[in-house]
């Protein structure tokens, strides 16, 4: 016992050293704590010695991610997503197996066992790639959730996989089907326990805690829900990480969803470390550097084989090829869950101990190489929308196909049909605005588009997409989608397309703020501030503060957090405001160059308003506005005028 603490002290000192290295060079976390287990394996460091009972305890940080992320969504989230699941699922498993079988038969395996390691090699690290989304926002993503489909996929194929393994042996193929048929009789019955948790066990127990207020009380019947269930599913020949996501998704269909994942997270980050460590004290060194070549080759061949396919059936499902390119990347590895398919090989001895070895140090390398496949995600994404693969997308291979937009114009374009963006929709059309819609999701495209919204499929972060609906002739563009990668990329290429459209873009974070204003948005809401406004407003207003000291603290809060995270220019201002929507009318900005013969004049005297039919709306100077400026107010050179006018005039007219 006092071994194992004394590794597990020495485990989180380094992890913490790992982290705030990761920190300092901006990585993240996950690949110091990978290379902290490497480093105090056996065969490098030799700092731990008793590995085994730290990967058994790091099994307990995958049950509590995958309860975390059960507990975020819900049976509806899942039932959009079963066309991911059925079809995208099946394309990148199956297909990965083909492959992958047919290049190791290629190489001398036999066919059982090129079969065998045709699934193996077909799982992905669930644990890995959940918590990279997690960090960085993504879990919500198009592509984020075709990955979670195809890893709950994978999670449900490891149990007829490791049956799978003593017929290829040479065992029985009755005893095989036996077990089949066993499985399935399980499945029915974790699936009639769930419905029974889901309707009545699980809320009656959760009603009953609550009511004691006792934290303590809560936790742990938060815990002995996730664990319980995972441990009930494990025991019927399903695994942990899949009885953990059930745990999450049926109480995150009751009203103590948030309170459990705010109790539940520092334990699972802090259990996620050593699950972390854990993978990289796996690492045979000893092994790696026998034969280096060879388990660098087949990291490399993996690496390849599996996006390309992963992208592929993201693709046939509906998403574009940027979505599609980033799902498939992030499902390049081999997981953990590969390993313990391919123990039961060796105890079934399909395989001997150099195969497990190879898959060992190959999953183990693929998975150290997992964020370096997140950070060039978004370039190699670019590239392939260069390529043929857009025209497949364009002729209906990877999407339904969408009717040419009608003729907009002065219209706004909005990013995205969640819940805001239905909201702004519905506002717009009350308003008698014209508007076009953007939308990823070809469930909700047919949906809205058979209740006559104008809604198109398609990718906002391509050029030829926001054409499409003529961004270019936009008032308006507003963006509201829960991918801040995408985001900022629609940002900067729709202030490219739209140079005077007004960009509204909505966040989730207030770390995004100053990046998308950078890029050209000219209002970014954030729904971190945005929310704690509300809630102290509404807590004041209990409080019988006077409403117009909750209007001045509202305004200061805002106030403050702009000063605090943007740096503008001097000359920058902050009227976006002024860009209004009036008919063949345009706002337009014109600087004071020392040559420009308005230097020196009045307003009135410059006859702007008459020979050129344009109205200044606003002067700033040094930093400073002044709205509704009058005609005697002096030009002077370095101000920047606002004016409206006619939407083909050019300022440069005014030399």
């Not at 201002?573 to 900005?589: E, G």
Request: charged share 15%; hydrophobic share 50%.
């Amino acid at each position: 016992m006092l071994g194992l603490l004394f590794d597990i002290t020495v485990i989180f000192a380094l992890a913490i050293l790992a982290v705030i290295v990761c920190h300092r060079l901006n990585l993240p976390s996950s690949i110091g704590l990978l290379l902290t287990g490497v480093a105090a394996s056996p065969g490098v460091l030799g700092l731990v010695r008793n590995a085994h009972q730290i990967e058994v305890i790091s099994e307990i940080g995958v049950i509590l991610l995958l309860f975390v992320i059960g507990l975020e969504f819900s049976l509806k989230d899942l039932a959009h997503m079963r066309r991911q699941f059925l079809v995208g699922g099946s394309i990148q498993f199956f297909g990965t197996t083909a492959v992958i079988a047919l290049a190791t038969w290629w190489m001398g395996t036999s066919a059982p066992q090129s079969l065998y390691l045709g699934f193996v090699v077909a799982l992905s690290s669930t644990a890995v790639v959940l918590k990279m989304l997690q960090d960085r926002a993504e879990l919500d993503s198009p592509h984020g959730r075709s990955i979670l489909a195809s890893l709950i996929y994978q999670d449900i194929a490891v149990v007829p996989v490791m049956l799978m393994a003593p017929l290829l042996a040479g065992g029985t193929g009755e005893s095989v089907v036996v077990s089949v048929g066993a499985l399935l009789a399980r499945v029915v019955g974790v699936a009639l326990f769930s419905y029974v948790a889901y309707r009545w066990l699980v809320p009656v127990v959760l009603r009953q805690i609550a009511a004691t207020r006792s934290s303590e009380a809560f936790l742990l019947g938060v815990i002995v829900i996730c664990i319980g269930i995972a441990v009930l599913t494990h025991s019927l020949g399903l695994s942990l990480a899949l009885g953990a996501f059930l745990a999450g998704i049926l109480i995150s269909e009751s009203e103590y969803s948030h309170q459990a994942v705010s109790v539940i997270l520092p334990f699972r980050d802090v259990f996620m470390s050593l699950f972390f460590v854990s993978v990289g004290l796996l690492l045979d060194v000893e092994f790696l550097l026998s034969d280096p070549m060879r388990i660098l080759l087949l990291t490399f061949g993996v690496l390849v084989i599996k996006p390309v396919i992963a992208t592929m059936g993201s693709m046939v499902v509906g998403l574009p090829v940027r979505s599609a390119v980033l799902a498939g990347l992030a499902l390049g590895q081999v997981g953990e869950f590969s390993l313990v398919a391919t123990q039961a090989a060796v105890s079934a001895g399909l395989v001997d101990g150099t195969v497990f070895q190879s898959v060992l140090d190959t999953a183990v390398l693929s998975m150290l190489l997992t964020p370096v496949l997140f950070a060039i995600g978004p370039r190699c994404a670019d590239l392939a929308c260069r390529t043929p693969l857009v025209r497949l997308e364009a002729s209906g291979f990877a999407r339904e196909r969408v009717e040419p937009a009608h003729a907009y114009f002065g219209h706004i374009l909005i990013v995205g049909f969640g819940v805001t963006g239905a909201n702004v929709a519905h506002a717009a059309r009350a308003a008698e605005v014209p508007y076009a819609i953007l939308e990823l999701n070809a469930a909700t495209v047919r949906k809205a588009a058979a209740e006559g919204e104008p809604i198109h499929y398609g990718d906002a972060s391509q050029e030829t997409i926001l054409r499409h609906v003529d961004a270019d002739k936009a008032r308006a563009i507003v963006i509201v989608i829960d991918d801040p990668a995408g985001t900022r990329r629609i940002v900067e290429l729709a202030r490219r397309v739209a140079p005077d459209a007004y960009v509204l873009v909505r966040t989730r974070y207030l770390r995004e703020v100053e990046v998308l204003h950078t890029l050209g948005a000219d209002e970014v809401i954030a729904d971190e501030l945005e929310v704690s406004i509300e809630i102290f407003a509404r807590v004041l207003s209990r409080m019988l503060v006077p409403r117009e000291d909750i209007k001045r603290l509202i305004g200061e809060v805002r106030g403050d957090w702009r000063r605090m995270a943007r740096s503008f220019a001097r000359e920058a201002t902050s009227v976006p405001d002024l860009r209004v929507n009036i008919p063949d009318l345009a706002t337009h900005t014109l600087r004071i160059s020392p040559s420009s013969p308005l230097a020196g004049t009045t307003i009135a005297q410059s006859r702007l308003r008459a020979d050129h039919g344009v109205t200044v709306l606003a002067v700033t100077r040094e930093g400073e506005s002044l709205g509704n400026p009058r005609g005697e107010t002096v030009l002077r050179e370095g101000d920047v005028l606002f004016v409206i006018g006619p939407l083909a005039w050019d300022p440069q007219s005014v030399s």
